[in-house]
């Protein structure tokens, strides 16, 4: 059974960064297009950036620009580097294959924009 464990998330103010984990089990993990999703309070759950198993990525437009995300397929880890962080990044986030499978997602990880 696969499991994806995000961690990183944390407050921060506005122009500040963070670096999102997403830890997988499992030997399929490379061969996956990933992606990170985040979901605000009364919202509907987003994606935000994709990357395919040799690396090529897709962006949201609302991060374009602010965003990168990162894969080691030796460690079965994805990343995701925030810069420029807005009060609107605000949202859990979450990480899990692109389309997602309904049983990979986690609990996520919290991140605050706020000054």
């Known amino acids: 059974q696969v499991q994806l464990v995000e961690s990183g998330g944390g407050l921060v103010q506005p122009g500040g960064s963070l670096r999102l984990s997403c830890g997988v089990s499992?030997?399929?993990?490379?061969?996956?297009?990933m992606g990170w999703y985040r979901q605000a309070p009364g919202k509907q759950r987003d994606m935000v950036a994709t990357i395919t198993s040799g690396g090529r990525t897709d962006y949201a437009d609302s991060v374009k620009g602010r965003f990168t995300i990162s894969r080691d397929n030796v460690k079965n880890t994805m990343y995701l580097q925030m810069n420029s962080l807005k009060p609107e990044d605000t949202a859990v986030y979450y990480c899990?294959?692109?389309?997602?499978?309904?049983?990979?997602w986690g609990q996520g990880t919290q991140v605050t924009v706020s000054s």
């Open positions: 899990n294959a692109f389309p997602p499978l309904g049983d990979w």
């Open positions: 499992g030997s399929m993990f490379s061969i996956y297009r």
